[in-house]
């Protein structure tokens, strides 16, 4: 915890009153994230969390994002938070530089999800869990035209996931850049519900009252159906990097997706599932071939795998999320 804070964190802090005028509190930069610098900060009234988004993300390729997504991230947890108390940490203190402040939590009472998937525990009720807190927000911020004005960051949503993701795998794929840009301008054109952006276990600690969602720096009024394929992706990948919880894996996308869409009352529940059901693999190539591949695919075999897959449902788009999971499992 000797970490040098920088003079303007500790200015912020002195002026948002969570760090007295004399106070020079220890800190400790946190890891994990691209998009943002991080860290613990041990004040005399106990640690908290300090958050800055940076301009330029740290990836190999050159990937831009507006700064003021940190703004919208921070009222994504506000508002969220009203729809389920205790699905973000509080925030404390913000200001219009660009940064906020939030509860910190131990780590020794909240565990990442991703740790815990690849420790091969991979339990369906914690991914049914996170489904069911899911979708409380989107319908709970459903078809609100106060939240559409307030969260019309299409441009900043288009620059950190459409072109990333679905625009970049289309250049790095010709054949099959008509779906995938079919598929990135029906997303943008979709305005729904407050979206999340980033629902993927790296951002979800499990805790004692249940999953807690970070990082909403996507933060968007747009397509829920998003924030579904988005995690649901990952619980497919995961399959690779721990191949012996591959079955529990699946039955965390079972348990996930229904409890899902058992509570989908915004729209006609088929609806929502064929949008997520035909995004899902242009997510998958695109955590291969986009901006921010997963770190943990390195095997040739394993990207090819995904590859495949994705070409498969890309060129015949599915309209259950269970047409998905059966081609990845006969993969």
């Keep these: 915890m000797n970490d040098s804070l920088p003079e303007e964190v500790l200015r912020f802090l002195r002026r948002s009153a969570l760090a007295a005028p004399d106070e020079v509190p220890a800190a400790q ?36 994002a507006p700064v003021e ?54 339990d369906p009720e914690v991914a049914r869990s996170v489904g069911a807190r899911l979708v409380r927000v989107h319908a709970a911020t459903a078809r609100r035209e106060d939240l559409a004005r307030v969260f019309a960051t299409d441009s900043s949503f288009h620059a950190i996931r459409l072109e990333p993701y679905l625009l970049a795998s289309a250049r790095a794929h010709p054949g099959l850049a008509p779906a995938l840009q079919a598929l990135a301008e029906r997303t943008a054109q979709t305005r729904l519900a407050l979206v999340h952006g980033d629902v993927s276990p790296k951002n979800i600690l499990i805790g004692p009252a ?18 579904l394929a988005f995690v649901l992706n990952h619980l497919l990948l995961k399959c ?65 795998r995904v590859r495949r897959v994705a070409r498969e449902l890309l060129l015949a788009p599915p309209a259950r999320l269970e047409q998905v999971r059966d081609a990845w499992r006969g993969s």
């Design 69 to 122: 997504r940190n703004a919208f991230e921070r009222r994504w947890m506000e508002i969220a938070a009203l729809a389920v108390p205790g699905i973000a940490p509080r925030v404390l203190a913000h200001d219009d530089a660009g940064y906020f402040a939030m509860e910190y939590l131990d780590g020794a009472r909240f565990r990442l999800w991703k740790e815990e998937l690849h420790a091969g525990r991979a």
């Design 240 to 304: 690779l990097w721990t191949p012996g919880a591959t079955a529990a894996l699946l039955a965390c996308f079972d348990a996930l997706a229904g409890q899902y869409l058992r509570a989908v009352d915004w729209e006609a529940k088929a609806a929502l599932e064929s949008r997520a059901a035909s995004l899902l693999p242009g997510l998958l190539i695109a955590r291969v071939d986009g901006k921010s591949p997963v770190e943990y695919l390195q095997a040739a075999a394993d990207k090819d």
């Design 210 to 227: 249940g999953p807690v969602f970070l990082d909403a720096e996507c933060a968007w009024y747009g397509d829920p159906a998003f924030d």
């Design 29 to 64: 930069t946190l890891a994990g994230g691209v998009s943002s610098d991080i860290w613990r900060v041990d004040l005399r009234s106990g640690p908290v969390c300090v958050k800055r988004a940076l301009p330029r993300l740290r990836v190999a390729q050159l990937w831009e």
